[in-house]
């Protein structure tokens, strides 16, 4: 049984920082690509940042520059730091672990967490 627990999420103003992680559990390759998406309220599913084994990182245009994506390979997490959090920031924030042959929308190889709310607000 694979899981994948986030945590970190909450509520912080704009332009504050904060710190997801994801702890992954269960019959998961090491070479599994991981990463992070978001909804927000009203919108479709978006990636924010995924990273692959060997530390390959891949941005949405929206993250570059204020959000940090890594990995611990031998912890299997996967952490992102947001930095100069916006509004429009506002999502419940998934962490996505899948083959590196897997789409993010197949049901094979492709396990996602149960979300986590990141509210940005004043």
């Known amino acids: 049984q694979v899981q994948l627990v986030e945590s970190g999420g909450g509520l912080v103003q704009p332009g504050g920082s904060l710190r997801l992680s994801c702890a992954v559990s269960?019959?998961?390759?090491?070479?599994?690509?991981m990463g992070w998406y978001r909804q927000g309220p009203g919108k479709l599913r978006e990636m924010v940042a995924t990273?692959?084994?060997?530390?390959?990182?891949n941005y949405a245009a929206s993250a570059k520059g204020r959000f940090t994506v890594s990995r611990d390979n031998a912890q299997n997490t996967v952490s992102l730091l947001m930095n100069g959090l916006k509004p429009g920031d506002t999502a419940v924030y998934f962490c996505?672990?899948?083959?590196?042959?897997?789409?993010?929308?197949?049901?094979?190889?492709?396990?996602w967490g149960q979300g986590t709310q990141v509210t940005v607000s004043s």
């Open positions: 996505n672990a899948r083959a590196p042959s897997a789409g993010e929308d197949d049901t094979r190889d492709n396990y």
């Open positions: 269960g019959s998961v390759s090491k070479f599994y690509l």
């Open positions: 990273i692959t084994y060997g530390g390959y990182t």
